[in-house]
């Protein structure tokens, strides 16, 4: 199991899912551990009852269905599908306001989406994601970029608030793909991901959602440094 995961983050975004299909008719004992820890490029569905598009993921999937956060329906109709308490639904509804004008101030379009749920000893865990498309980056003389996509997976535990405050967890991974067209080098493909996490203690005076906020803020401002470090190099030589 430990040599398929680490086969696993070595693959390219965009032969994940044939590889991790591959894995699962090799080591069918192992799909729950697999399907929970490999990440996938994020795919979109339309909620038709408010005419917006949404992400789909593990953490909104109940069977073949999933669930939409702004109408809280799944898609196809599940009947007994999971959802949420009023607690946490609201919080959710907050979160994907909120997100929406992050994702717009930051990423200047794209589909963002937050599913938050219950977890054990009155804590919670909360998921947000953004797909982005690259497609138009580079201009006039300059303008190389020929398809290409961002996909953001931030998942925070929270603990049990005591004392006035709450412990974090955050793990995210970042998937890029690009694909350049320039007439010195031809086509040019670079594409890979990146994972870390940030653990913090915080009050709770402002919100879950503040601290959540602030969290995932900073620790996007440390990936997009990792990955410029990583596809400058490898870029500068087939665009300069």
């Given at each position: ?5 680490d ?33 996938l ?88 994601l ?5 497609f138009?980056?580079?201009q ?8 290409g ?28 793909s ?21 653990s ?15 969290m ?18 490898s ?6």
């Open positions: 199991m430990e040599a398929a995961m086969l696993m983050r070595r693959m390219p975004p965009g032969s994940t899912e044939t590889a991790l299909n591959a894995l699962l008719s090799l080591l069918p004992d192992h799909s729950l551990d697999l399907l929970s820890q490999v990440d490029r994020l795919q979109v569905c339309m909620d038709k009852e408010n005419n917006k598009e949404y992400i789909l993921c593990e953490y909104n999937r109940d069977t073949d269905s999933y669930r939409s956060p702004w109408s809280n329906i799944y898609e196809p109709p599940l009947e007994d599908g999971t959802v949420p308490s009023e607690e946490m639904r609201n919080l959710e509804v907050e979160a994907n306001e909120v997100f929406s004008v992050y994702r717009d101030q930051y990423y200047e379009g794209g589909i963002s989406s937050v599913y938050i749920w219950e977890d054990e000893d009155e804590s919670f865990i909360a998921c947000f953004i797909k982005k498309g690259l138009e980056y580079g006039g003389k300059r303008s190389y970029m020929q398809i996509s961002w996909d953001a997976i931030h998942v925070i535990q929270v603990g049990p608030e005591e004392e006035g405050a709450a412990h974090y967890c955050l793990n995210s991974t970042v998937m890029l690009l694909t350049t067209d320039n007439k010195q080098s031809g086509t040019f493909n670079l594409s890979g991901s990146i994972r870390r996490q940030m913090m203690t915080l009050a709770v005076a402002d919100g879950h959602l503040v601290n959540m906020g602030k995932i803020e900073e620790m996007e401002g440390k990936l997009r440094n990792s990955l410029d470090q990583v596809s400058a190099s870029l500068l030589k087939y665009v300069a």
